[in-house]
């Protein structure tokens, strides 16, 4: 089992940035994918972003948050990062991080929820107008 832990989300004004956060218990793995979800009031889960490392690193992003969002990690302190600049109040949704472990991300597609093995509890980010 891989414990996933979200921080950093909150409520911000329309413009405005967050960082959010998501700690591993452990990776026990040398290839895995990694990402964020979220889900909005009323709508399905979507994904957000990927990072996978295999030999090689590779991340992904929705078309609703490239040039906005950044996915990236720090594997000394087990963390995955979500940084969102320019925030939209269409980015309100709780948010949450997923794992799986050894395996390559797949093409990315917002509707796949199904290929994490782990979830975090997920936290809330609110965007004012």
């Known amino acids: 089992q891989v414990n996933l832990v979200e921080s950093g989300g909150g409520s911000v004004q329309t413009g405005g940035s967050l960082l959010l956060s998501c700690v591993a218990s452990?990776?026990?793995?040398?290839?895995?994918?990694m990402g964020w979800f979220r889900q909005a009031p009323g709508k399905e889960r979507e994904g957000v972003a990927t990072?996978?490392?295999?030999?090689?690193?590779?991340?992904t992003y929705a078309d609703s948050v490239k040039g906005r969002f950044t996915i990236s990690q720090d594997n000394a302190k087990n963390t995955l990062y979500l940084r969102m600049n320019s925030l939209k109040p269409d980015d309100t949704a709780m948010y949450y991080c997923?794992?799986?472990?050894?395996?390559?991300?797949?093409?990315?597609?917002?509707?796949?929820?199904?290929?994490?093995?782990?979830w975090g509890p997920g936290i809330q980010v609110t965007v004012s107008s």
């Open positions: 997923a794992a799986a472990l050894g395996t390559w991300c797949p093409e990315f597609e917002p509707a796949n929820v199904k290929w994490p093995r782990y």
């Open positions: 452990e990776y026990t793995s040398r290839s895995y994918c």
């Open positions: 990072i996978s490392r295999s030999r090689t690193t590779t991340t």
